[in-house]
Nanobody
């Protein structure tokens, strides 16, 4: 199993920056590989949406709304993923969740989520 924990949320002014971190901790020997990691956000009253994701090989995918402003990265040796958020806008306000897709056998995979971290951007 994998435990997922986010950190780094908080309050920022419009135009400011925040950096989120997500650590995927292996809780047993039954983790074969950690694959795609992703950031998603959920604003109040809205559905959870993909913000950005990154494969173990470093290939990235971004939502159109954050392209050019947010940068996703990961350190595979530390099983840690980051989201650098620049030029923040009030509409970025949401709870940000980390997702971790991993294999616990070569043929069986699972997706786990963190508890979320609040990001609030004031105008």
């Amino acid at each position: 199993q994998v435990q997922v924990a986010e950190s780094g949320g908080g309050l920022a002014q419009a135009g400011g920056s925040l950096r989120l971190s997500c650590v995927a901790s292996k809780t047993g020997a039954s983790v074969y590989s950690i694959n795609t990691m992703g950031w998603h956000h959920q604003a109040q009253g809205k559905q959870r949406e993909l913000v950005a994701e990154i494969t173990s090989g470093g290939r990235t995918n971004y939502a159109d709304s954050v392209k050019g402003r947010f940068t996703i990265s990961r350190d595979n040796a530390k099983n840690t993923m980051y989201l650098q958020m620049n030029s923040l806008k009030p509409e970025d306000t949401a709870v940000y969740y980390c997702s971790v897709h991993y294999n616990y056998t070569p043929s069986v995979s699972r997706l786990d989520w963190g508890q979320g971290t609040q990001v609030t951007v004031s105008s």
